[in-house]
């Protein structure tokens, strides 16, 4: 005959105490509280990499249009406005879906001694281009980031 006692301690052995069972609740709530905790940090940091991914994009095609542009007509594109979506593919005007305005800037660089870098012989005549490339969202025209680039006259010949 088995007495009640042993059959106890057989019970005992085969789960969890009471108390191992909070400890591990109280573990698992600890670290669902700091997952949740830092999604919003996670999502915005994922919003900005969006953003920035997409003003490369603008960026990239501006100046890839700058750069097929004649250097005498580039003063052309000083003070233009461009649109572009939430994805960066260039709308009209007026667009409701326009997320981005990009501003182009021209100014001439007069003086190689500001520039960080070695420019062509060109820059030093005045046949060159700080193109300077301001972006914006549209739902935050106070926060602007701006792009630089340089561009000299390839042809070497003073522009009219």
Do not use: C, W
């Amino acid at each position: 005959m088995i007495s009640s006692r042993n059959d106890s301690r057989a019970f005992r052995s085969s789960g969890f105490t009471l108390i191992e069972v909070t400890i591990s609740l109280g573990i698992v709530a600890f670290v669902m509280v700091s997952l949740v905790g830092l999604l919003p940090a996670g999502l915005s940091n994922f919003q900005t990499a969006i953003s920035q991914t997409i003003e490369s994009q603008i960026v990239q095609g501006l100046s890839e249009e700058i750069a097929l542009t004649d250097f005498s007509n580039l003063s052309d594109l000083a003070g233009k406005k461009f649109t572009y979506d939430n994805s960066g593919i260039s709308t009209i005007a007026g667009d409701p879906a326009t997320i981005y305005t990009a501003t182009v800037k021209l100014e001439a660089v007069d003086s190689l001694a500001s520039y960080p870098v070695r420019l062509q012989d060109s820059a030093a005549r005045n046949e060159a281009y700080n193109v300077r490339i301001q972006i914006s969202r549209v739902n935050q025209p106070q926060q602007i980031n701006q792009y630089s680039l340089i561009v000299a006259n390839k042809r070497g010949h003073a522009s009219p």
